[in-house]
């Protein structure tokens, strides 16, 4: 049964987190409406949506947290200005190329505030860890641009009747692949780098995830290429490429700046 002390001492938490999410909320609120009036209005519309304000932790907002959001923020009106631009250009593959690449940004934006906010910020760390980690952060890059070049030459490029990029699916997909296989390797070099130097668990559990979901995209991928890209394995492909956006950032940031959980960081 609830005591009295038991109630305050639960009704004191509420309301210390209350007030830590009050300050950080209002900090980013006021930054917002100062420095960037246009996006802010656009906010402003937003705001009775329910889960747009519990991205905020339990520490006053900095500078870098609010940046990050309005980036965020910003980029998905841009991205209705891209999606505009490419139905003016008839689904050109390039721009939609574009549309998709930007989304791809957005989530690993989002990414990287959830990782400020949520897990404790810690400097970063340099080394041949972190040279590998951006090495597989930009070897994701090329696998994803890539892989809207493929789609840009197949038959997903828009619609029946939208125009192709004119380059060969053929030739495209197999440098796809081949930079899957760059991506996967680079992604086995840190596991072991990971475990050759006793990283945090945290660490290691993220590159697990990492590959985890590269084997199991490039799985879909093969199946797809297979079997004449049917459009339910195409649009799992879709979701893959942004959980690997997400994972591929998230093990970026658990590597240069490796959360402390007792064990030695990978330096
Ligand atoms: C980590 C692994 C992979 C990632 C992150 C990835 C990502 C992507 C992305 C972002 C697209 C463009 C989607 C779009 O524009 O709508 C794409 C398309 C494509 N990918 Fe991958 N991919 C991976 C593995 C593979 C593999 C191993 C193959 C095997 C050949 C493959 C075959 C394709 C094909 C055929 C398309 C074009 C689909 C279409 O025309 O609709 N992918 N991929």
Redo the contacts with the bound molecule.
Sequence with gaps: MLNAHAVEAALNAIGAKSANFSIRHDGIIAAAEQKFPIIWSFAASIQEYPGNLPVLGETPANDSDVQDSLLILGGIPAQAVIGGISVLTDLNPWVV?IH?ISSMAIICLAVLLLWRIYVEPRPAVGGPAAVLAWATFAA?WL??YV??V??GA???AGDPNAPRNGLSALQF?QL??DL?CL?IGLTIGLLVLAYTFKAPTAVRRAIWVLFAV?LS??AI??V??FTH?PIVL?MF??L??AL?AAAVTWVLLAVTRPPNDGSVTVE
């Design positions: 190329s998709l994701a696998v994803l892989g809207t493929v789609t197949g038959p997903h997909s796809h692949a899957v991506f590269e995209q490039g991928g093969w797809q290429y890209l195409v492909h879709m893959g490429a690997t």
